[in-house]
């Protein structure tokens, strides 16, 4: 049902080689009509859309990776909607009568990673250490807005099963100098933290937090790491292709709010590189967990594969992290998408013919079913659309380009009916071929089209078990 499925026209992908990284063509209630890098992109309405036309006729999203500029912006009147807000900024929004703040709930996790094929993070005892070596409740206190927790695990509780098995390690320096020690590092050694400098929902204070991991891994583990801010779309790059050595700081936000998204993405069998060589006993669990419907039935499965990631420290777990967007107050329709897709089409702002958006970072393309951005996912929404949907503002899943998609008994055929009269923004009709053509090129490597943006199409290898052809 999210964006990373989402459908364009056969004849435009072979067109573009497999690769519209600039210009989606979709069914959605706004098409693109320009995209200035560096600066802004520009929606119009579709008025052939098929559902409920868009309330506003243009749409124009912009950027800044500063929280006070967002602010500055929207209480000047440049901007109709920011998202993240900085967290000591929540209570100024609120006293302001000429603005709304909207809450998001906490359907996301920010850890730190590392890869299991670079010394000394080989060493299961080393990501121990790590792991009871940093006050995960400092950072949550110092950096996180109000509605934020610290994780106990790596998915959260709020999602069936997310909270089952043991929960994360308490912070213990003394012990985490103990493993270190055994690890034969007992005056610490060198490495690097490596991020983005995006604010997210799950990381709302990035270049504080890393200055702080930094400062607790020299004072608890005697631990030197250099800070390393990279770009977006090359760290996201390097992360997913196990280019990080030493650690980094990452996160995710729910596409859809089942353990499959969380722990399949980041530790099953069609996970990218980002933390190394993969587990095969949390691999299993979570095989098994995946193909079950019932969730009292999966318990035991994600049971065993949080203690399993616990015990292998995967990555550290540190913040479920409450956020927020804010508004003009005279904007209708407003909303905080729990998945942070809010939906452009349903606001009307005032008596404006355009609405626009400032959030925290430009996409890094728009061809998004090679992304995993949020930045670049919700700027795809408002132009592509899958076979089923999410409520607006909301987790529930409605028809979309298909009016049903039905399953055989043991769930492994999947019937969809598709919605007739549905055009795509060249004027062309959507038909089977534009499903199949869209899904068959991300899923099959040997595929003439399967090229996208870095040619991982990371979200259909980790949710279907691996690609199709694909070089091992």
Known sequence: ???????????????TGGAP????????????????????ITYKRFDDYWG?????????????????????????????GIDNPAPDDFETIQNDSNLQLKQRPALNIFYLGMNNTSKPFDDEKVRQAIAMGIDRERIVKN???????????????????????????????????????????????????????????????????????????????NIDAKINMMESGAFIAAADAGELKGLHMLGWGADYPDMTNFLDFHFGAGASKQFGDKFPDIVEALKKGAALADDEARKPFYEHANTLIKQH???????????????????????????????????????RDTFVWMQNAEPISLFCADETDGESLRACEQVTESLLAYEIGGTAVIPSLATSCDPNDDLTVWTCHLREGVKFHDGSDLDANDIVTSWALQ???????????????????????????AEQ
Request: with cysteine.
């Open 21 to 40: 990284l600039d210009k989606p063509i979709g069914t959605g209630p706004y098409m693109l009509e320009r995209w200035d890098r560096g600066d802004s």
């Open 143 to 221: 950096f996180y807005p109000a509605g934020s927790e610290v994780a106990t695990h790596f998915t959260p509780c709020s999602i069936p099963n997310a909270c089952v098995g043991e929960s994360w390690y308490e912070f213990n320096p003394e012990k985490a100098k103990q493993l270190l020690a055994d690890a034969g590092y007992p005056d610490g050694f060198a490495t690097e933290i490596a991020y983005r400098d995006v604010v997210r929902s799950y990381l709302p204070e990035p270049g504080l937090v890393a200055q702080d991991i930094q400062a607790q891994l020299k004072e608890n583990l």
């Open 52 to 80: 409920d036309k868009a309330k506003t006729e243009t749409l124009v999203f912009r950027w800044s990776a500063e929280a006070a500029q967002r602010l500055l912006e929207l209480q000047s009147g440049t901007v109709d």
């Open 313 to 351: 420290v995967t990555m550290v777990p540190i913040a479920h992290g409450g956020s927020a967007v804010a508004y003009k107050a005279d904007v209708k329709g407003t909303h905080a998408s729990p998945l942070g897709n809010e939906n452009f089409s349903v606001m009307e702002p005032g008596d």
């Open 1 to 15: 049902a999210f964006s990373a499925f989402a459908i364009q026209p056969s004849e435009y992908l072979e067109e």
């Open 443 to 469: 899923w099959d490597a040997k595929n003439p089209l399967h090229k996208g943006n870095t040619g991982a199409f990371t979200y259909f290898s980790a949710l279907w078990g691996g690609l199709l052809n």
